[in-house]
């Protein structure tokens, strides 16, 4: 039997040693982000390490009846004042804590497969504020500072070119850390990849195609497999982005959602997976407009066109036109093939001039002329009459001046100038009627802007073709009638003057950035010797009206021209185009009746009939001009033709009011 203590005994248990931190050292830095920790116990304690001085889930347990623990490749926050703590399971008094500063290596972003591929573009994530250098095993190399958030991005420079490589990183901390690097990132693949595609091919819709505007629309065409390539669309207002899609198989096909009525260009970008951006596709000019609505009744209207039973139905997501310009299949490019114009089928380049008028089915309701009707009424009110009354102002005034005139065409000269007449060859009759015909050709065609070299050729081959054809009615219509109807005599001649007709129109359309164009040709002109009023006017309406029947011959082969997805099909949608805009344009300016012009003539003889005949081709004109209700789409040229329109009808007004009413006054 065991006697207890004696009384008075004073023995009692020796307290449990607490555990200790002996690795690592204090304030160390660790710039892996991890770390092995380790120390000693007391025999059978079980040892939680944790982070901070939170008492969260432990990084690390050990137990065991040994005296020295370990945790091994403990993953520790970045900081610069990290605290390890090392406490016994039970017993939160013994415990030891030590700290460190920790900064690991920056991570880099990599792709689905564990590699990187860049156009030399590289990105990933840090700690906040640090200054990470990204290095690249063919020498190239770049730094950035992380934001507030960690991420970072840099591009690279120098070193090799395109390839397959290593890439790492390293971080150096902000203020509070030491100036020490973290240790480097793993190497991670790295695919150099800087060549951008081939621009890619768009070959649906075809270019100079009328859509129906507020609809979807597909686009399609060829690229390089795994790009994407995205659609745009531009106007005088801005661009827009249209729809996206991935090639695959070389072919490409996306819907663009709803358009506004309106002229735009389209194009598109392909992207690669490097983030290699291409060059634009070429151009297309696509006509977005409210078909008109249709007869009420069963049976064709008169002058419609039946459907071709053979053709082929289009892709019912796309839009269908009301003219056979759009029902016509687009014919796809092969991949890799760029526009550029062949007989394949892949669209030219396209003009101004390409998709200039539409068609006359297009402009048929009533709402549609009668606002041409409102716009010929105003424009013969602020233009053409306040004209004709400045003109006779002036032409008064002049008469009633007894100052000798100046001659800036040698009419003050001596008659004999020269001691002996030199001998001068005339030319050949054609020669100035052909260089006056190339002058107009040259400033019609720069009424408008035309991307390249090839499609401006194009176009002005297709101007000159038309001016030769405006010019041909102007003079052998007049000719013939005033010989053989009224046995007039008649003379041709080019005259100079009707050169800065030509000019002024072209640089109005410019300057206003009008499309289509306001456009004048006639620089050849028939003059009758007759004196008699009745018969100069009844030639002058003959002229007109030919080229105004010839503008709406133009305007009807407008609606059944084939998509101009050729060189020859451009050109002959330009042809078309350009003898309707200057056809019509040269009516409408000759019905001016100012100097020598028609409009002068048929003034003179009726003003009812000039009145008639000049409302109804300005009509003609403006709705072929302003088909979709506007002058300029940004507004501002439309500002400005009124401001100048306003202004000139207030001065002509005030010259004539002046000279008629307020100067004999003060005589």
Same mark, same amino acid.
């Given at each position: 039997?065991?006697?207890?203590?004696?009384? +008075?005994?004073?023995?009692?248990?020796?307290?449990?040693?607490?555990?200790?931190?002996?690795?690592?050292?204090?304030?160390?830095?660790?710039?892996? +982000?991890?770390?092995?920790?380790?120390?000693?116990?007391?025999?059978?304690?079980?040892?939680?390490?944790?982070?901070?001085?939170?008492?969260?889930?432990? @990084? $690390?347990?050990?137990?065991?009846?040994?005296?020295?623990?370990?945790?091994?490749?403990?993953?520790?926050?970045?900081?610069?004042?990290? /605290?390890?703590?090392?406490?016994?399971?039970?017993?939160?008094?013994?415990?030891?804590?030590? /700290?460190?500063?920790?900064?690991?290596?920056?991570?880099? /972003?990599?792709?689905?497969?564990?590699? #990187?591929?860049?156009?030399?573009?590289?990105?990933?994530?840090?700690?906040?504020?640090?200054?990470?250098?990204?290095?690249?095993?063919?020498?190239?190399? $770049?730094?950035?500072?992380?934001?507030?958030?960690?991420?970072?991005?840099?591009?690279?420079?120098?070193?090799?070119?395109?390839?397959?490589?290593?890439?790492?990183?390293?971080?150096?901390?902000?203020?509070?850390?030491?100036?020490?690097?973290?240790?480097?990132?793993?190497? #991670?693949?790295?695919?150099?990849?800087?060549?951008?595609?081939?621009?890619?091919?768009?070959?649906?819709?075809?270019? +100079?195609?009328?859509?129906?505007?507020?609809?979807?629309?597909?686009?399609?065409?060829?690229?390089?497999?795994?790009?994407?390539?995205?659609?745009?669309?531009?106007?005088?207002?801005?661009?827009?982005?249209? $729809?996206?899609?991935?090639?695959?198989?070389?072919?490409?096909?996306?819907?663009?959602?709803?358009?506004?009525? +309106?002229?735009?260009?389209?194009?598109?970008?392909?992207?690669?997976?490097?983030?290699?951006?291409?060059?634009?596709?070429?151009?297309?000019?696509?006509?977005?407009?409210?078909?008109?609505?249709?007869?009420?009744?069963?049976?064709?209207?008169?002058?419609?066109?039946?459907?071709?039973?053979?053709?082929?139905?289009?892709?019912?997501?796309?839009?269908?036109?009301?003219?056979?310009?759009?029902?016509?299949?687009?014919?796809?490019?092969?991949?890799?093939?760029?526009?550029?114009?062949?007989?394949?089928?892949?669209?030219?380049?396209?003009?101004?001039?390409?998709?200039?008028?539409?068609?006359?089915?297009?402009?048929?309701?009533?709402?549609?002329?009668?606002?041409?009707?409102?716009?010929?009424?105003?424009?013969?009110?602020?233009?053409?009459?306040?004209?004709?009354?400045?003109?006779?102002?002036?032409?008064?005034?002049?008469?009633?001046?007894?100052?000798?005139?100046?001659?800036?065409?040698?009419?003050?000269?001596?008659?004999?100038?020269?001691?002996?007449? =030199?001998?001068?060859?005339?030319?050949?009759?054609?020669?100035?009627?052909?260089?006056?015909?190339?002058?107009?050709?040259?400033?019609?065609?720069?009424?408008?802007?035309?991307?390249?070299?090839?499609?401006?050729?194009?176009?002005?081959?297709?101007?000159?073709?038309?001016?030769?054809?405006? $010019?041909?009615?102007?003079?052998?219509?007049?000719?013939?009638?005033?010989?053989?109807?009224?046995?007039?005599?008649?003379?041709?001649?080019?005259?100079?003057?009707?050169?800065?007709?030509?000019?002024?129109?072209?640089?109005?359309?410019?300057?206003?950035?009008?499309?289509?164009? @306001?456009?004048?040709?006639? #620089?050849?002109?028939?003059?009758?010797?007759?004196?008699?009023?009745?018969?100069?006017?009844?030639?002058?309406?003959?002229?007109?009206?030919?080229?105004?029947?010839?503008?709406?011959?133009?305007?009807?082969?407008?609606?059944?021209?084939?998509? =101009?997805?050729?060189?020859?099909?451009?050109? /002959?949608?330009?042809?078309?185009?350009?003898?309707?805009?200057?056809?019509?344009?040269?009516?409408?300016?000759?019905?001016?009746?100012?100097?020598?012009?028609?409009?002068?003539?048929?003034?003179?003889?009726?003003?009812?009939?000039?009145?008639?005949?000049?409302?109804?081709?300005?009509?003609?004109?403006?709705?072929?001009?302003? =088909?979709?209700?506007?002058?300029?789409?940004?507004?501002?040229?439309?500002?400005?033709?009124?401001?100048?329109?306003?202004?000139?009808?207030?001065?002509?007004?005030?010259?004539?009011?002046?000279?008629?009413?307020?100067?004999?006054?003060?005589?």
């Amino acid at each position: 039997m065991t006697s207890p203590p004696p009384v +008075g005994s004073t023995d009692t248990p020796e307290p449990l040693a607490a555990p200790a931190i002996d690795s690592p050292a204090p304030n160390s830095f660790i710039g892996s +982000g991890m770390a092995t920790v380790s120390g000693t116990k007391a025999a059978g304690d079980t040892i939680q390490l944790q982070v901070e001085s939170t008492r969260g889930d432990p @990084l $690390c347990i050990v137990d065991g009846s040994a005296t020295t623990w370990s945790c091994t490749d403990i993953p520790l926050p970045n900081g610069p004042s990290v /605290t390890l703590t090392a406490v016994v399971a039970g017993d939160a008094s013994r415990s030891d804590s030590t /700290t460190v500063r920790v900064l690991s290596p920056p991570t880099i /972003t990599t792709g689905s497969s564990g590699s #990187v591929l860049s156009n030399g573009l590289v990105h990933g994530t840090a700690y906040p504020g640090a200054h990470v250098t990204a290095t690249v095993s063919n020498g190239s190399h $770049c730094s950035f500072r992380a934001d507030g958030s960690g991420r970072w991005a840099c591009i690279l420079s120098g070193g090799s070119g395109d390839g397959r490589y290593t890439i790492s990183a390293s971080q150096v901390g902000p203020n509070g850390f030491p100036h020490v690097a973290s240790d480097s990132s793993g190497a #991670v693949p790295f695919v150099l990849d800087t060549t951008a595609p081939a621009a890619p091919v768009v070959s649906a819709p075809v270019s +100079g195609t009328h859509l129906g505007a507020g609809v979807s629309t597909t686009y399609s065409g060829s690229g390089e497999d795994g790009t994407t390539v995205t659609v745009w669309a531009g106007s005088p207002t801005g661009s827009s982005k249209l $729809c996206t899609a991935t090639v695959r198989d070389g072919a490409w096909s996306c819907v663009g959602g709803p358009l506004p009525a +309106g002229l735009y260009s389209i194009s598109a970008l392909q992207e690669d997976a490097a983030g290699n951006t291409s060059a634009a596709s070429a151009v297309l000019s696509l006509r977005y407009s409210t078909p008109p609505v249709p007869a009420p009744s069963g049976s064709p209207s008169a002058g419609a066109t039946a459907p071709d039973s053979s053709a082929t139905p289009s892709d019912p997501s796309s839009p269908s036109s009301t003219t056979p310009r759009s029902t016509a299949p687009a014919v796809p490019a092969p991949p890799g093939h760029a526009g550029g114009g062949s007989a394949e089928g892949v669209a030219p380049n396209p003009t101004p001039l390409t998709a200039a008028v539409q068609s006359v089915a297009q402009v048929g309701t009533v709402f549609d002329w009668l606002r041409a009707a409102i716009l010929a009424l105003i424009a013969l009110a602020l233009l053409a009459v306040p004209a004709r009354l400045l003109a006779g102002m002036v032409a008064t005034a002049r008469a009633e001046s007894t100052q000798q005139r100046w001659s800036l065409f040698g009419r003050n000269q001596a008659k004999a100038e020269y001691d002996q007449a =030199p001998d001068v060859r005339a030319p050949a009759p054609w020669v100035v009627p052909a260089v006056g015909i190339l002058a107009a050709t040259a400033l019609v065609t720069l009424a408008s802007p035309v991307a390249t070299e090839l499609a401006y050729a194009r176009m002005s081959l297709a101007v000159l073709c038309a001016l030769l054809v405006v $010019c041909a009615v102007a003079v052998f219509v007049p000719r013939l009638v005033a010989q053989r109807i009224f046995g007039a005599s008649v003379r041709t001649a080019f005259t100079p003057y009707t050169l800065l007709i030509v000019a002024a129109a072209s640089a109005v359309s410019r300057v206003l950035e009008l499309q289509p164009s @306001l456009l004048f040709g006639v #620089v050849i002109t028939v003059g009758v010797t007759t004196t008699v009023a009745a018969v100069r006017g009844k030639i002058a309406v003959i002229t007109v009206a030919a080229l105004a029947a010839l503008a709406a011959i133009g305007w009807l082969l407008v609606g059944i021209l084939p998509p =101009p997805n050729t060189v020859m099909t451009a050109f /002959t949608a330009e042809l078309v185009n350009a003898v309707v805009l200057i056809a019509i344009g040269s009516a409408a300016i000759l019905m001016l009746p100012l100097g020598t012009l028609p409009g002068r003539a048929i003034f003179g003889w009726s003003r009812g009939i000039w009145l008639a005949v000049a409302v109804a081709i300005d009509t003609v004109l403006f709705a072929i001009l302003v =088909p979709i209700g506007r002058l300029n789409t940004s507004g501002t040229g439309t500002v400005v033709f009124a401001v100048c329109t306003i202004g000139f009808a207030a001065i002509s007004i005030s010259v004539w009011l002046w000279q008629r009413y307020i100067a004999p006054s003060l005589r």
